[in-house]
């Protein structure tokens, strides 16, 4: 079965850091690719997608991620976070063997940013 | 536009009760999605819908049923609640892909119901 993993459970850094939260799947064909952001008490928003194309993707709020497929990652990064962007990430991942229907979460990176 | 709403946003149940969890978006968009979200286990599928009429079974429907009689609507039912559905209630909804381009395979997420089950 189709699985996403993500290694940083817990996170904690000052604000102006930079920060890169790591993304793997275990799919080896053709993928869609997400993060999603779940502020404190807040339904899930997304960050940022991937489809096809530049595998550079920039999102909202200063949100970057690189799809590297050799590697079947697809890694977030941030070059200076700030306290607000404490909340909890979640990569996920839809792939043509599920005909691109369902979504597959990780288990999410949970960032606190201190000021 | 509203979205994606959900309605208890919080509910308490005795175990052996029963309630219903309604997902409603006005986006007119074809699929619809039931998850729970747990601590340490990220957001798992309990049921989906890629049209009005028609379920199918998550990673973790046990203990849950669904049903989607209008396209608007994707409802999930607990028929004897227990402590081990305690857990936040998420819906989603995506619209149906479309050949050119790849859109619409980006799930958009209702704000969630937290039940505790005692």
């Known amino acids: 079965a189709q699985s996403v993993s993500q290694h940083n459970h817990h996170v904690i850094l000052s604000e102006a850091a930079s920060l890169e939260l790591g993304c793997n799947y275990s799919?080896?064909?053709?993928?869609?690719l997400f993060w999603y952001v779940q502020y404190p008490g807040q339904h899930l928003q997304l960050l940022l997608k991937?489809?096809?194309?530049?595998?550079l993707v920039k999102g909202i709020k200063g949100f970057e991620a690189e799809f590297i497929k050799s590697k079947f990652s697809f890694n977030l990064r941030k070059p200076s976070v700030q306290w607000s962007d404490t909340a909890e990430y979640f990569c996920?991942?839809?792939?043509?063997?599920?005909?691109?229907?369902?979504?597959?979460f990780g288990t999410g990176t949970r960032l606190l940013v201190s000021p | 536009n509203a979205g994606v709403t959900q309605t208890p946003k919080f509910r308490v149940l005795k175990t052996g009760q029963s309630m219903t969890l309604l997902c409603a978006q006005d986006?007119?968009?074809?699929?619809m999605y039931w998850y729970r979200q747990d601590p340490g286990m990220g957001l798992r599928l309990i049921h989906y819908?890629?049209?009005?009429?028609?379920?199918a079974k998550g990673e973790v429907p046990d203990g849950y049923n669904v049903s989607r009689l209008k396209k608007q609507n994707f409802l999930l039912g607990l028929e004897s609640a227990a402590p081990s559905q305690t857990s936040v209630y998420f819906c989603?909804?995506?619209?149906?892909?479309?050949?050119?381009?790849?859109?619409?395979?980006?799930?958009?997420f209702g704000p969630g119901t937290r039940l505790t089950v005692t």
């Open positions: 996920a991942v839809n792939s043509m063997n599920t005909g691109f229907q369902k979504l597959v």
């Open positions: 986006m007119n968009h074809e699929y």
């Open positions: 991937y489809f096809s194309g530049d595998p």
């Open positions: 819908s890629v049209g009005e009429g028609t379920t």
């Open positions: 799919y080896g064909g053709t993928v869609n």
């Open positions: 989603a909804s995506r619209p149906l892909d479309r050949v050119s381009g790849r859109v619409g395979y980006e799930q958009y």
